[in-house]
């Protein structure tokens, strides 16, 4: 395995989509900024090979191959979108950063303008996540529901061509690749509520490459990683995976303390829908923004006893 001492430029890995390249490269300036030469390394992954649905070829397809390349010393940092990569850890390498988080919110990318509201019973609506699908059918407007795949631009030129009236992707995704022109609707959370760890990218090397730890942590922001941390707990705790029909997010909030101080607090809001839309589950907390682990686990346990454990098997 490559030493630090021994390396000349970090090398640091990605898939090669538009939307991994230029989040990727991002992370290569902030590194080259921090004194130290950098370089992006395009992985392929099976993810990038189908066009099947990600619940149908495996959680973790996109991060799986670029994990394998940290371990082999092919790459020294891998940047994951952080809501596809699986809740469980893989030993021997750490998230050394979370950056500042892109916009975390859903987006309607539909024709003519239109929000949600406009479009009429029976609009056709791309999305292929069983949380956006979910959340939608809940709201029972009649869209007819079509799955959906492939990179950003091939989604959105299927609202450009007509096939579909609309489709829901993450405005992160959009404004990453500097699309948020064509956003006609940005979700608030109330009507759907994003996926874990949606927008946060996941900053990833080994974790006895000490040196490059530290390099990396000053890319870390403590806001987002606690807001993070603590919807990946929902998700972890309800064991399910990023194609499960949850939706979770937390930000650090200003409230005052029983003395009138003002205190920063983590308020975190969590969903869990029936595929058909027939049921939805909500809960929210407030709590330490120290603790947000806890909160997470406390909050899946309370979506627990309220029944979603039925609706994250429903297979
Ligand atoms: N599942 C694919 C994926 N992974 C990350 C993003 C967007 C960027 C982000 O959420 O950080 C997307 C596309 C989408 O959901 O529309």
Redesign the pocket.
């Known amino acids: 395995m490559t030493k630090p001492t021994d390396r000349d430029v970090i090398r640091v890995g990605t898939r090669g989509s538009l ?1 991994a390249r230029t989040q990727t490269q991002t992370i290569v300036d902030a590194i080259i900024a921090a004194g130290h030469p950098a370089e992006p390394v395009i992985i392929r992954t099976a993810g990038d090979d189908s066009a099947a649905p ?1 619940a149908e070829i495996g959680i973790g397809v ?1 991060t799986k191959a670029i994990r394998d390349a940290l371990h082999s010393g092919q790459i020294d940092v891998a940047v994951h ?4 990569l699986p809740t469980a850890p893989d030993p021997g390498l750490v998230i050394a950063a979370v950056p500042l988080r ?1 916009d ?1 919110r859903d987006a309607l990318v539909s024709r003519d303008g239109k929000v949600l509201g406009e479009l009429p019973p029976g609009s056709v609506i791309g999305t292929s ?1 069983p949380r956006r699908a979910a959340q939608l059918r809940a709201l029972g407007l009649g869209l007819e529901i079509r799955p959906l795949r492939g990179n ?1 631009d091939s989604r959105l030129g299927k609202v450009a061509d007509g096939e579909l009236d609309a489709v829901i ?2 405005r ?2 959009l404004v ?1 690749i500097g699309r948020a022109d064509v956003v006609t609707e940005a979700f608030d959370p109330v009507v759907l509520l994003p ?1 874990p760890a ?4 996941a900053v990833e090397c080994r974790s006895d490459d000490a040196e490059l730890v530290r390099t990396l942590a000053e890319l870390d922001d403590a806001s987002t990683r606690a807001s993070v941390d603590a919807e990946r707990a929902v998700l972890a705790t309800l064991e399910a995976g ?1 194609t499960a029909p949850v939706g979770a997010i937390a930000e650090v909030v200003e409230s005052l303390d029983d003395d009138g101080h003002i205190i920063a607090e983590l308020s975190l809001r969590a969903v869990v829908a029936a595929e058909d839309g027939s049921d939805v589950i909500r809960a929210s907390v407030v709590g330490p923004v120290e603790r947000a682990d806890q909160l997470g686990r406390e909050l899946a346990a309370e979506l627990l006893e309220l029944g979603a454990g039925e609706l994250v098997d429903t297979p």
């Open positions: 939307l990600v996109f979108s952080y809501k596809d892109e975390p996540a950003l992707v993450a992160a995704g990453r996926a949606q927008g946060a990218l990023c």
